[in-house]
């Protein structure tokens, strides 16, 4: 490729200083993004220019932190959630006979008080009969891991495949039955819906599908059934600070806190952002997100979006603010993959024009498994995205 026709020349030139969260996208990348919305499969992105990214994580730290991941959730299922616990197994299983793990893994005796045992205990047992299993479960290595950046789109980097498929199991749980089932965390139904939250912390894929939000304003909007929210009505939830759509700015007061089991494994993995914000995408078979800007933040800090599910066609692009080039890449983002916005690429503009049919691979098809009857089989024809943001700078004093 023309070096003059490479990206911005300056990073900085794309980032400009009008953080202004209404200005609207180019008319071009509009007009690419309406494309999408009509393609038909083979669904073929064009090829790209690609660099190797400057983020270089090392494989023993990824394994680690993974394995303490999904360690941690286990046994948090097995002191607290033994059907979540047969759930979470039994799904592994289904999608994957040949696994990894199965129920007698965690066949692990209880302490002689008959108390389950201690995490400590947990994790010595774990150490010996679970960390193999994982590790071997830990990349199903013909896929390329490689990280890299795009050269169009300065400071964009692609880590393609990388997490590992307990892994991206483990985030759909603690997202779609943890952190939706707490009041704190916003969802889109909160502002006309009256939530009647589950007992003690269950899942709403435990509810009766036939039950209802309440309306907030009967004369305006009818219940909605629990049926009609999870199949096609449910389109985010917040975690952290909770971002104000409608005024497209972060609440003044102090945001709930960010789960700390998520905030490790990014921190731990991404060592520049502090995550403290973040929206949980939920796409289904038609749904998109148009061309916009993340600039509610004030850190100037990367931003991290993780992709479970479906895939999907992902826009992004930016304007040189000297030359008014606009410079595009049309990417195909699969179940595993993270991206990494920062430089000028952390304010580009970006869109989910399209959710690619029947991609969701096999070890997510069944989730949330066997345990929710009602639901099992509902992640096939959704896509699921993690964006996670730092929003404010740490203060140095
Ligand atoms: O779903 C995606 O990959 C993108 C989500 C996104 O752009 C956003 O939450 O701002």
Same mark, same amino acid.
């Given at each position: 490729?023309?070096?003059?026709?490479?990206?911005?020349?300056?990073?900085?030139?794309?980032?400009?200083?009008?953080?202004?969260? &209404?200005?609207?996208?180019?008319?071009?990348?509009? %007009?690419?993004?309406?494309?999408?919305?009509?393609?038909?499969?083979? &669904?073929?992105?064009?090829?790209?220019?690609?660099?190797?990214?400057?983020?270089?994580?090392?494989?023993?730290?990824?394994?680690?932190?993974?394995?303490? @991941?999904?360690?941690?959730?286990?046994?948090?299922? @097995?002191?607290?959630?033994?059907?979540?616990?047969?759930?979470?197994?039994?799904? /592994?299983?289904?999608?994957?006979?040949?696994?990894?793990? !199965?129920?007698?893994?965690?066949?692990?005796?209880?302490?002689?008080?008959?108390?389950?045992?201690?995490?400590?205990?947990?994790?010595?047992?774990?150490?010996?009969?679970?960390?193999?299993?994982?590790?071997?479960?830990?990349?199903?290595?013909?896929? %390329?891991?490689?990280?890299?950046?795009?050269?169009?789109?300065?400071?964009?980097?692609?880590?393609?495949? /990388?997490?590992?498929?307990?892994?991206?199991?483990?985030?759909? %749980?603690?997202?779609?039955?943890?952190?939706?089932?707490?009041?704190?965390?916003?969802?889109?139904?909160?502002?006309?819906?009256?939530?009647?939250?589950?007992?003690?912390?269950?899942?709403?894929?435990?509810?009766?599908?036939?039950?209802?939000?309440?309306?907030?304003?009967?004369?305006?909007?009818?219940?909605?059934?629990?049926?009609?929210?999870?199949?096609?009505?449910?389109?985010?939830?917040?975690?952290?600070?909770?971002?104000?759509?409608?005024?497209?700015?972060?609440?003044?007061?102090?945001?709930?806190?960010?789960?700390?089991?998520?905030?490790?494994?990014?921190?731990?993995? @991404?060592?520049?952002?502090?995550?403290?914000?973040?929206?949980?995408?939920?796409?289904?078979?038609?749904?998109?997100? !148009?061309?916009?800007?993340?600039?509610?933040?004030?850190?100037?800090?990367?931003?991290?979006?993780?992709?479970?599910?479906?895939?999907?066609?992902?826009?992004?692009?930016?304007? %040189?603010?000297?030359?008014?080039?606009?410079?595009?890449?049309?990417?195909?983002?699969? !179940?595993?993959?993270?991206?990494?916005?920062?430089?000028?690429?952390?304010?580009?503009?970006?869109?989910?024009?399209?959710?690619?049919?029947?991609?969701?691979?096999?070890?997510?098809?069944?989730?949330?498994?066997?345990? &929710?009857?009602?639901?099992?089989?509902?992640?096939?024809?959704?896509?699921?995205?993690?964006?996670?943001?730092?929003?404010?700078?740490?203060?140095?004093?």
């Amino acid at each position: 490729m023309d070096e003059q026709d490479s990206g911005p020349a300056n990073a900085l030139d794309g980032l400009g200083n009008d953080l202004d969260p &209404y200005k609207a996208a180019p008319q071009d990348l509009k %007009d690419l993004w309406k494309q999408w919305t009509k393609a038909k499969s083979p &669904y073929e992105v064009p090829t790209l220019s690609l660099i190797p990214a400057g983020i270089q994580i090392s494989e023993d730290l990824l394994q680690r932190e993974f394995t303490a @991941f999904a360690l941690d959730h286990l046994y948090s299922l @097995f002191a607290n959630d033994s059907q979540g616990l047969q759930g979470f197994l039994a799904s /592994l299983h289904s999608s994957n006979p040949a696994a990894v793990l !199965s129920l007698e893994d965690v066949n692990i005796p209880k302490s002689p008080n008959q108390k389950v045992c201690s995490k400590a205990e947990f994790m010595t047992i774990a150490d010996a009969k679970l960390v193999p299993e994982l590790t071997k479960a830990w990349r199903h290595s013909k896929c %390329d891991h490689t990280p890299y950046e795009v050269v169009e789109i300065p400071g964009l980097v692609i880590l393609p495949n /990388l997490l590992p498929s307990l892994v991206q199991q483990t985030l759909l %749980d603690l997202m779609l039955h943890r952190e939706f089932s707490r009041p704190q965390n916003q969802t889109n139904f909160h502002l006309n819906y009256n939530l009647s939250y589950p007992e003690d912390g269950e899942s709403f894929f435990s509810i009766a599908p036939e039950s209802a939000f309440s309306p907030k304003t009967p004369a305006e909007h009818k219940p909605m059934s629990i049926q009609s929210a999870l199949e096609k009505n449910l389109h985010w939830i917040t975690l952290g600070g909770q971002y104000d759509w409608t005024n497209k700015v972060y609440p003044p007061e102090k945001p709930p806190k960010f789960p700390d089991d998520l905030t490790k494994l990014i921190k731990n993995i @991404f060592t520049d952002i502090k995550p403290e914000a973040a929206i949980i995408n939920v796409y289904s078979a038609k749904d998109k997100l !148009s061309m916009h800007r993340d600039v509610s933040e004030e850190a100037d800090r990367g931003l991290v979006s993780i992709s479970l599910g479906c895939a999907c066609i992902f826009i992004i692009g930016i304007e %040189d603010k000297i030359t008014g080039k606009l410079y595009h890449e049309t990417l195909r983002l699969n !179940s595993g993959d993270a991206i990494y916005m920062a430089g000028a690429s952390r304010y580009a503009w970006h869109g989910v024009p399209k959710i690619i049919p029947d991609s969701c691979p096999d070890y997510l098809q069944y989730w949330p498994g066997k345990s &929710y009857p009602a639901w099992e089989g509902w992640m096939n024809k959704k896509r699921v995205n993690l964006n996670i943001r730092q929003m404010y700078e740490e203060k140095t004093s």
